[in-house]
């Protein structure tokens, strides 16, 4: 029983050491720049480009996933556009274009991938890759962009990182453009 006294005496006497040193101090107030030319150490400018919302891609030039079962649909991509994605709340992507690789697939040559790395406005958003058939001209336009699944969520407005990989489909021989958001990211073939 003396024991157990001495133990809670110690631990109170100790609770009140911590207590009587300490000091409250004021917060430091932090300066919110107001311009809107100022820059932020992240993403960096030469790393990162800024793609600016578009209207929703029609559906009816994109790949077909419909045609595969989910899981081969998923393989293809990650991020399909949504029917329901025209009633959602539209944001920028920040995509890291220097990291970004269009490569042929280890499994099928005339298979050609895209690889996108890149940032979120948010963990509420969600990516979605939009790939078109190629044109007449032999451009291959892949529209990225975000939408916010669940408004009621709150979210921390931090950015969220994302990557992808998207087959661009088989093409036969000739030269391709991958445009990004109607931007010319890579050229590939002869």
Do not use: W
């Given at each position: 029983?003396?024991?157990?006294?001495?133990?809670?005496?110690?631990?109170?006497?100790?609770?009140?050491?911590?207590?009587?040193?300490?000091?409250?101090?004021?917060?430091?107030?932090?300066?919110?720049?107001?311009?809107?030319?100022?820059?932020?150490?992240?993403?960096?400018?030469?790393?990162?480009?800024?793609?600016?919302?578009?209207?929703?891609?029609?559906?009816?030039?994109?790949?077909?996933?419909?045609?595969?079962?989910?899981?081969?649909?998923?393989?293809?991509?990650?991020?399909?556009?949504?029917?329901?994605?025209?009633?959602?709340?539209?944001?920028?992507?920040?995509?890291?274009?220097?990291?970004?690789?269009?490569?042929?697939?280890?499994?099928?040559?005339?298979?050609?991938?895209?690889?996108?790395?890149?940032n979120l406005p948010s963990p509420c958003y969600q990516p979605r890759i939009a790939i078109a058939k190629a044109d007449d001209q032999n451009h291959i336009n892949v529209e990225v962009y975000?939408?916010?699944?669940?408004?009621?969520?709150?979210?921390?407005?931090?950015?969220?990182?994302?990557?992808?990989?998207?087959?661009?489909?088989?093409?036969?021989?000739?030269?391709?453009?991958?445009?990004?958001?109607?931007?010319?990211?890579?050229?590939?073939?002869?």
């Amino acid at each position: 029983m003396y024991r157990k006294i001495v133990i809670i005496a110690s631990l109170f006497i100790l609770l009140l050491a911590a207590c009587a040193d300490a000091q409250t101090a004021a917060p430091t107030p932090i300066k919110i720049p107001t311009s809107a030319s100022t820059t932020y150490p992240y993403p960096a400018a030469d790393q990162t480009q800024l793609i600016e919302p578009t209207p929703y891609p029609d559906s009816s030039n994109t790949i077909n996933q419909e045609s595969f079962d989910g899981a081969k649909a998923a393989e293809l991509n990650p991020y399909p556009v949504m029917p329901e994605d025209a009633t959602l709340t539209r944001g920028e992507v920040y995509l890291e274009l220097k990291n970004a690789r269009v490569f042929a697939s280890m499994v099928d040559p005339a298979a050609m991938q895209l690889y996108l790395i890149g940032n979120l406005p948010s963990p509420c958003y969600q990516p979605r890759i939009a790939i078109a058939k190629a044109d007449d001209q032999n451009h291959i336009n892949v529209e990225v962009y975000a939408v916010i699944t669940n408004p009621d969520r709150v979210c921390a407005q931090v950015l969220q990182p994302f990557e992808a990989t998207v087959s661009l489909g088989n093409y036969p021989t000739g030269k391709y453009g991958v445009y990004i958001n109607n931007q010319l990211f890579k050229e590939f073939g002869k």
